[in-house]
């Protein structure tokens, strides 16, 4: 089983060279500091900047530069930083290569819920309407099941939904599963996981076609 960082390293895998990035707030913002050093990647946070770096050192940190989770962050030489409108400008236009959100729950369809729990308070949903909206590759990152042991890969979301049928893969801390039209695939299976846990822990449809190879870190 993963932890969180264990979840963002096996995403790492998912970036490629060249690559521009959108990185959610919570495990997705954990990616940056696991992508390979023989790459480069252009990280982007909706609040204005584009060349995020790996999360500074304690003691290192700059509290003028953060994310979009308002979180300290580092930048790599020929970082820039802008405001809202080109920020957003970059993300509608679909100038982002792939989006990694977190999620509280994810449909069998693709559907994602990720911003709001009613009966609490929220600021908004933030930019993850645009993102969801605009990008074409979209991979969450989550964990499997929620405090009460209830699984979050669903048949249907119940919470209000961020973006419809978007999702094209999820990781979590369990496995790693691909969005298709019959359900969840399954691809990858977490060190020490079996393919009875993943199946006992998600509610929604999942595909299973022979032997699920052990997730390589």
């Given at each position: 089983m993963l932890d969180k960082n264990g979840i963002a390293k096996r995403i790492a895998k998912e970036v490629k060279d060249g690559y521009y990035v959108n990185l959610g707030i919570g495990i997705p913002t954990l990616v940056a500091n696991f992508v390979?050093?023989?790459?480069?990647?252009?990280?982007?946070?909706?609040?204005?900047?584009?060349?995020?770096?790996?999360?500074?050192?304690e003691g290192e940190e700059d509290a003028d530069i953060i994310n979009a989770g308002k979180q300290t962050i580092t930048t790599l030489p020929g970082?820039?930083?802008?405001?809202?409108?080109?920020?957003?400008?970059?993300?509608?236009?679909?100038?982002?290569?792939?989006?990694?959100?977190?999620?509280?729950?994810?449909?069998?369809?693709?559907?994602?819920?990720n911003w709001k729990i009613p009966g609490r308070m929220v600021k908004g949903m933030g930019g993850a309407m645009d993102l969801v909206a605009s990008a074409e590759?979209?991979?969450?990152?989550?964990?499997?099941?929620?405090?009460?042991?209830?699984?979050?890969?669903?048949?249907?979301?119940?919470?209000?939904?961020?973006?419809?049928?978007?999702?094209?893969?999820?990781v979590t801390n369990l496995a790693v599963m691909e969005v298709t039209k019959d359900g969840f695939k399954l691809l990858e299976r977490a060190p020490g996981v079996s393919v009875q846990d993943i199946d006992d822990a998600t509610e929604a449809r999942l595909i299973i076609e022979g032997d699920i190879p052990e997730m390589s870190l």
């Open positions: 390979r050093n023989d790459i480069e990647v252009e990280f982007q946070s909706e609040n204005g900047v584009l060349g995020m770096g790996p999360f500074p050192f970082a820039s930083f802008f405001d809202s409108t080109m920020s957003f400008s970059m993300i509608r236009g679909k100038h982002v290569d792939l989006t990694i959100l977190g999620a509280m729950e994810v449909a069998e369809n693709g559907d994602i819920a590759n979209i991979i969450v990152a989550m964990m499997h099941t929620n405090k009460r042991g209830q699984s979050k890969l669903l048949k249907q979301c119940t919470l209000p939904l961020t973006g419809v049928g978007c999702v094209k893969k999820v």
